[in-house]
DNA sequence: TCCATATTTCCATGATTATGGAAATATGGA
DNA sequence: TCCATATTTCCATAATCATGGAAATATGGA
């Protein structure tokens, strides 16, 4: 994974609204919500939501389905766990932590 | 963990150069490194680099610790562990997933 | 076809953030 | 004490981002 690709992801999940829908979808699961569900959910104007989703679905985060005059927007959990993984790379140089001298991840 | 910490974490990441300074720091272990030899690695300006390092420290990603003239940032992986807690939270409403249904965290 | 509902795009406005020069502060060594 | 080096703060400027009203687009049902 690319720097530029994770600050994308990154900055899509560091703002408030963002991360809120980010975290209702991940507890939906694989079936996702519908936008106007989730705008029921957080009480944000539909201009505002879109934006919002479209940040995510461009990071990667979350996908679209649509079905019939709905669209249906879930997690993406492989993106949020490549992410993780390029944070913690190469950890300490790689170097292992001892379970008593637990300073790393 | 609350919504608006993990956004003050997240954004602090959401960020090329700190986002590069941070895993510069996962990778140095717990010394650390000096400010001096962050900007060497980097190439940006002290005045850049320290507003950035505050950032860090400020959503409490890293610590400062100072040594004569010299203050080492090291990163807090506790910190990350958290975030990375928080984001997966509740994972598909708390249901298992499967093996081989793996859509899931 | 016409209508109601769902969602997005366009656009203007206000707010937040990144950058680095210059000056200030802190520390240790001579 | 005086100096050199390390780091931060102050400040102005430019750039990016969030918000929501209004209009546009898409879909299915009558």
Redesign the pocket.
């Known amino acids: 994974m690319e720097n530029k690709d994770a600050v994308v992801r990154l ?1 899509a999940l560091a ?4 991360l809120t829908v980010y975290r209702l979808l991940v507890t939906a699961g694989p079936e996702g919500l ?3 569900r989730i ?1 029921d959910a957080l009480g ?12 995510l679905a461009h990071a990667g985060l979350v996908s ?1 389905r ?1 079905d ?4 249906y927007y879930s997690a993406n959990y492989t993106a949020m766990n490549t992410l993780l993984a390029f944070l913690t790379d190469n950890c300490c140089g790689g170097v292992p932590c001892g379970v008593d001298t637990r300073h790393c991840c």
Do not use: C, D, W, Y
Request: charged share 20%.
């Open positions: 900055a703002q408030e609204t963002r519908a936008v106007g705008g944000v104007a539909p201009a505002t939501l879109s934006f919002h989703l479209k940040e679209a649509q019939g005059r709905f669209i």
